[in-house]
């Protein structure tokens, strides 16, 4: 299970987790997906990501977090 204290970033880190979240990941519902996918993996700023994505950088933000949520939960479920 996922800490509460490890990030879904930080668990990453570990192997064993890592699957998990990748699975966790893959079963998440656009745009979540692509959003966590280009923050976390792509490093790009939510600024970026909303520019790239035709949102604003709130909304890059907010779908980010709701992302990283609903990671959390799949992962500990």
Not at 40 to 49: D, P, Q, V
Not at 51 to 72: F, Q
């Amino acid at each position: 299970m996922l800490s509460d204290e490890k990030s879904p970033e930080e668990a990453l880190a570990n192997k064993e987790m890592a699957l998990e979240i990748h699975q966790a990941l893959h079963k998440l519902p656009q745009p979540y997906r692509e959003v966590f996918w280009m923050r976390t993996f792509g490093e790009l700023s939510f600024k970026e990501i909303g520019r790239i994505l035709g949102k604003t950088e709130s909304w890059a933000r907010v779908t980010y977090h709701r992302a990283r949520l609903m990671i959390k939960e799949g992962v500990c479920e």
